[in-house]
Nanobody, 115 residues
């Protein structure tokens, strides 16, 4: 069965950096679109970044230039490097997988707190 397991969250100060990782199993990872979403308390879940099977990436405007998404098809992992973190980046971050950006599978999430 499909599993997405996130890691790398934590607490950092404003301006700090974190790298989130998602290890996937149970599906053809190289063929899948992957993404990172986040949800802060009281807010709707929002897309942070996506990466397609061909490597094309997309970012929400507020993280452009600060976050970098990447994938390693040999290791079935997708990562999100986050730098210059801001308090408004505080949220639970979720890894998602699907066909292109039609995400049907989700991880349990990892908390990122910026203060």
């Amino acid at each position: 069965h499909v599993q997405l397991v996130e890691s790398g969250g934590g607490s950092v100060q404003t301006g700090g950096s974190l790298t989130l990782s998602c290890t996937a199993s149970g599906f053809a990872f190289a063929d899948a679109g992957m993404g990172w979403y986040r949800q802060a308390p009281g807010n709707e879940c929002e897309v942070v970044s996506t990466i397609l099977s061909d490597g094309r990436t997309n970012y929400r405007d507020s993280v452009k230039g600060r976050f970098t998404i990447s994938r390693d098809n040999a290791k079935n992992t997708v990562s999100l490097q986050m730098s210059n973190l801001k308090p408004e980046d505080t949220a639970r971050y979720y890894c998602a997988a699907g066909v292109s950006t039609n995400f049907g599978y989700w991880g349990q999430g990892t908390q990122v707190t910026v203060s």
